[in-house]
């Protein structure tokens, strides 16, 4: 299988490497077709495989073909590619907010893969959410889901809607952590310790936390109700939290990104 991966941004330079490392081709195997000429230097210097600066008939041996460019650069992008494409070549886009429709319409293509990852697939603890056409193979869709679980796990879904969605949870969710961590750093500092100790406290709690649910079969509320007990800090932690809306407040700025992810497919 020849892999052809189109950007070689951040996510493009991650699947390279996640797929090189588990070994699921070789770097004879891989290319990337990256236009910016400091970018291609830099992964030449990654022995990552082939890198090329301009479409050309190279394009057209690759079996799969990964979209990792941003959503505001695809227009020009499929102009110049589209001479090189045939309807067997199977696209893997993780690009946001541009629907596998779009994609098929500017191409030809037919076998196209559209997901969402996050940014926690650098170092393999990825969520990527992914979905199909018609014309992808049940073997193609196994062989893609592979590759994309080399970078953290894997969710199918039937319905395109879905990766909206998923843009909205697991997409941009990293951000929400890092929002909530941000604020238990800063009023750990307000409360008297220093950066480094409030960074160790706040995301030693994340962790463990993490790891705790991992581990164990309780809900969140489960797991609510044994650190918080009647009358005690975390209750009054959690009624100041409900007084707040907090958890409302989060559920709106949710569906804001579900929203946006949305508009965003009607524009690109
Ligand atoms: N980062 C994330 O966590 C994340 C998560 C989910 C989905 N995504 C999606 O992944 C895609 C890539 O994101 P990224 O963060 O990797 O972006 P990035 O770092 O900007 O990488 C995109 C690369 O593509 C290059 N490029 C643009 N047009 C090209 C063309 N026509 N031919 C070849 N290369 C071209 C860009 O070059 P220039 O720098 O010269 O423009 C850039 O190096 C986006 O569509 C984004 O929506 C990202």
């Given at each position: 299988?020849?892999?052809?991966?189109?950007?070689?941004?951040?996510?493009?330079?991650?699947?390279?490497?996640?797929?090189?490392?588990?070994?699921?081709?070789?770097?004879?195997?891989?290319?990337?077709?990256?236009?910016?000429?400091?970018?291609?230097?830099?992964?030449?210097?990654?022995?990552?495989?082939?890198?090329?600066?301009?479409?050309?008939?190279?394009?057209?041996?690759?079996?799969?073909?990964?979209?990792?460019?941003?959503?505001?650069?695809?227009?020009?992008?499929?102009?110049?590619?589209?001479?090189?494409?045939?309807?067997?070549?199977?696209?893997?886009?993780?690009?946001?907010?541009?629907?596998?429709?779009?994609?098929?319409?500017?191409?030809?293509?037919?076998?196209?893969?559209?997901?969402?990852?996050?940014?926690?697939?650098?170092?393999?603890?990825?969520?990527?959410?992914?979905?199909?056409?018609?014309?992808?193979?049940?073997?193609?869709?196994?062989?893609?889901?592979?590759?994309?679980?080399?970078?953290?796990?894997?969710?199918?879904?039937?319905?395109?809607?879905?990766?909206?969605?998923?843009t909205a949870?697991?997409?941009s969710?990293?951000?929400?952590?890092?929002?909530?961590?941000?604020?238990?750093?800063?009023?750990?500092?307000?409360?008297?310790?220093?950066?480094?100790?409030?960074?160790?406290?706040?995301?030693?709690?994340?962790?463990?936390?993490?790891?705790?649910?991992?581990?164990?079969?309780?809900?969140?509320?489960?797991?609510?109700?044994?650190?918080?007990?009647?009358?005690?800090?975390?209750?009054?932690?959690?009624?100041?939290?409900?007084?707040?809306?907090?958890?409302?407040?989060?559920?709106?700025?949710m569906?804001a990104a579900f929203?946006r992810a949305?508009?965003?497919?009607?524009?690109?």
């Open positions: 299988m020849q892999i052809l991966i189109i950007g070689g941004g951040n996510m493009g330079k991650t699947y390279a490497k996640s797929f090189l490392n588990a070994h699921i081709v070789t770097s004879d195997q891989l290319s990337i077709l990256e236009k910016s000429e400091e970018k291609a230097k830099e992964l030449n210097k990654l022995n990552l495989g082939q890198v090329f600066g301009t479409p050309g008939h190279y394009v057209k041996e690759a079996d799969l073909i990964v979209l990792a460019v941003k959503p505001q650069d695809v227009a020009l992008l499929f102009k110049s590619i589209k001479p090189y494409i045939d309807n067997q070549q199977v696209f893997l886009s993780i690009m946001a907010g541009v629907d596998i429709s779009t994609i098929s319409a500017h191409l030809g293509a037919v076998k196209v893969i559209r997901a969402m990852p996050n940014l926690p697939a650098q170092i393999g603890k990825g969520m990527t959410v992914f979905t199909s056409s018609a014309d992808v193979t049940r073997i193609e869709l196994v062989t893609v889901q592979n590759l994309l679980n080399a970078t953290g796990k894997t969710l199918y879904v039937e319905k395109e809607k879905s990766i909206d969605a998923a949870v697991s997409g969710g990293p951000a929400y952590v890092f929002y909530f961590m941000k604020v238990m750093i800063d009023t750990a500092i307000e409360m008297g310790f220093s950066r480094s100790e409030a960074e160790l406290l706040s995301i030693q709690t994340f962790a463990g936390a993490v790891d705790l649910y991992n581990k164990f079969n309780f809900s969140c509320e489960e797991w609510i109700g044994k650190v918080a007990s009647r009358g005690g800090t975390t209750e009054a932690a959690l009624s100041t939290f409900d007084k707040t809306l907090v958890s409302s407040d989060i559920n709106e700025g569906y929203h949305i508009e965003l497919s009607k524009l690109n």
